[in-house]
């Protein structure tokens, strides 16, 4: 149990957004002192008297964290440090890109680099067994395109298996919630001209096939490819954005 005597001095005046502060002291308090996950953290009530604040911003303030996976509350035991992850914030920057196209374009050009400067690892790392799960998905969405349909499961399943076997674990976590956050946006800003389902399907096929001849070069040709259809697609779900809110203002 942290010592009482580590929040003194700390007494907090500002009057607004003060369980933000107290979230800002929480977390310089676990810097400070060195707390790794799993280690304890004084009570609220402890650290409400500490702070010279009310319980209840402690309490906010330790939801905000919470939500942040910084610390957990266990019942019955008290305040925790929690394990390190990405998770929060990615689904946190999900929501946050679903209603602004701008920001969506700037994610896609930083997960383009992350993917075209990281498939020579995802080629490296590649197994029979990933191979197998491969033409699976696409033996998946050759069916699906028979019926005349999309295949957005199989396409998200896709890129999750992509990155499956690569070290870096945060790479597939944050390919996949732009995924989820492109999905949503075209379900809010459809086009009419969205590519052709087999064409698609080609240039799934063609990364699995340089995968297969673990060829770096034809790889990353591919991963352009795929992202040169993502990112004209964008465009068209801007522009009609654009047109859509000019209607609303005549």
Known sequence: ????????????????????????????YIIEQGLMPGD???????????????????REAIKSLESLGIVEARTGAGLFVRNFSFDPLLENLAYGMMFDLKDLADILEVRFHIEHSMIDQAVAAVTEEQLEEFDAILERMRAILAQGKEYPEEDRLFHRTLWANVKNRSVGKIVDVFW????????????????????????????VASLRARDNEAARVAIVRHYGNIQGVLEEMRVRRINQNAEVVK
Not at 11 to 24: C, E, I, N
Not at 42 to 58: D, F, H, Y
Not at 186 to 207: F, L, V
Request: proline letters at 9%.
């Open 1 to 28: 149990m942290a010592s009482k005597s580590n929040f003194q001095n700390r007494k907090l005046k500002r009057p607004q957004f003060l369980y933000q502060v107290v979230q800002d002291e929480v977390k310089s």
């Open 40 to 58: 304890a953290l004084p009570p609220e009530t402890e650290l409400a008297e500490q702070l010279g604040v009310s319980r209840n911003s402690v």
């Open 180 to 207: 989820m956050v492109f999905s949503q946006a075209r379900q809010q800003s459809p086009i009419p001209s969205n590519p052709d389902p087999t064409e698609i399907y080609e240039w799934h096929a063609s990364i």
